[in-house]
Each structure stands twice: as structure tokens, then as C-alpha cells.
């Protein structure tokens, strides 16, 4: 059996994060996409199955974005719109959910906030797009809200993304408040104060 057969297979009897982690090894970025992955634009509507030979690539020595503290997630041709993926690195260690909804695209953990489990990709349910722990079953919305009832009861954390040379970077220790997204071109906006934050930074 194939490594692509294998990981869509286990994907599909729903293991842990854990799991697939280890199983997708060197490939570094679980192919774990929105419906829609393939560039079209439609609602974000939950993840495909999770794939080791996605065509997801990052140079082995990215230029540097601003500091140091930025680490190239994923190509941006690889993230277009309507597309989630789940990004796992190490040295430095990046764990995110690469989300490019139409606003634009925002990094937020996939450390689950009551234990501190791997969240997996997010999943359909009555149309809408959930985020639930395999550990306890916090749910969450791809904003990173816990819903009602759930054992989690902080929110997941959002991270400063930049976008450079067509490479998408995330700097885990600068939390940005949810509804930040950047644009394609690079720009940063906060939808809800529908203002542009590029001058602050």
C-alpha cells in the first residue's frame, strides 16, 4: 500500500493527529485542504483527505521575512483561496492551520487549548466548518471560538502571518487579534475595525 493510500486511509478512520503526524514524516505539511483546494473560491467547507506527497514545498533555505521569528510555512500558490492546510515543522517548530478564506489568510494553532492535544483537520457538519479534539471533543470554529458546552474554554491562538516572495510566513510568538488576515499582496487588514494595521506594524 502506497504512503498516499495508507494516510487516506487512516485519515478516514479518523486517528488522532498524533498519528498522522508521524505517518506523514518528512513531508512536513499534511495535504489537509478545504473543499475547493484546487484554487476555486467556494465556502470553506471542511478538510480533504490527508495526502504525504502534497505538492506543498518550502525552500530548504528561505530568505528571511522582517526577523527571525518568521518561518516560511507554505508557497502561497499553494494556499489559494477557500484552501485550509495544516502546517507541522521542526527546528523551528511551527504547528498552524494556514486558513485563506475571503478576507485573506490568518495562521492559528493546532494545539488544542484544554490539554494541549493536536487538533485535526477541520470537518463538515450540518454545513458548517468545525474544528473538533479527538482527546476530549472541544469543538471549534475556524476562527479558533470554542463552541458552547466544550471543555476548552480559551480560544485558539492566531499568529502575525507576512507574506514575502511568495512564501507564507508565520511568527508564532506574536498573537494577533482573531479576524487579522493578510491579503495575496501582502497588505494586513483587521476585518471587524476595517482598518489597515500595515502602518502600526
Known amino acids: 500500500m502506497s504512503d498516499s493510500a495508507e494516510l487516506s486511509s487512516l485519515a478516514a478512520r479518523a486517528l488522532s493527529r498524533?498519528?498522522?503526524?508521524?505517518?506523514?514524516?518528512?513531508?512536513?505539511v499534511t495535504g489537509a485542504a478545504a473543499a475547493g483546494c484546487d484554487g476555486?473560491?467556494?465556502?470553506?467547507?471542511?478538510?480533504?483527505?490527508v495526502s504525504a506527497d502534497a505538492s506543498v514545498t518550502v525552500p530548504t533555505d528561505p530568505p528571511m521575512c522582517g526577523t527571525e521569528d518568521f518561518v516560511a510555512a507554505i508557497?502561497?500558490?499553494?494556499?489559494?483561496?477557500?484552501?485550509?492546510r495544516q502546517v507541522s515543522r521542526r527546528n523551528p517548530t511551527l504547528r498552524a492551520f494556514l486558513i485563506h478564506d475571503a478576507a485573506g489568510i490568518y495562521a492559528?494553532?493546532?494545539?488544542?487549548?484544554?490539554?494541549?492535544?493536536?487538533l485535526p483537520p477541520p470537518v463538515t457538519r450540518n454545513g458548517v466548518s468545525v474544528i473538533q479534539c479527538n482527546c476530549h471533543f472541544s469543538e471549534?470554529?475556524?476562527?479558533?471560538?470554542?463552541?458552547?458546552?466544550?471543555?476548552?474554554?480559551r480560544a485558539l491562538e492566531q499568529y502575525r502571518v507576512r507574506i514575502c516572495d511568495g512564501l507564507v510566513y508565520v511568527n508564532t510568538r506574536d498573537i494577533v487579534p482573531a479576524g487579522t488576515r493578510v491579503r495575496p499582496?501582502?497588505?494586513?487588514?483587521?476585518?471587524?475595525?476595517?482598518?489597515?494595521?500595515?502602518?502600526?506594524?
Open 18 to 28: 498524533r498519528h498522522l503526524l508521524v505517518l506523514s514524516g518528512v513531508a512536513g
Open 40 to 49: 476555486d473560491d467556494p465556502p470553506l467547507a471542511g478538510a480533504c483527505p
Open 75 to 84: 508557497a502561497l500558490s499553494d494556499l489559494p483561496a477557500g484552501c485550509i
Open 108 to 118: 492559528m494553532t493546532f494545539v488544542c487549548t484544554h490539554t494541549g492535544c493536536f
Open 140 to 153: 471549534f470554529s475556524l476562527e479558533g471560538v470554542p463552541a458552547q458546552g466544550s471543555v476548552a474554554t
Open 185 to 201: 499582496d501582502g497588505t494586513t487588514v483587521n476585518p471587524d475595525a476595517g482598518a489597515s494595521l500595515d502602518a502600526a506594524m
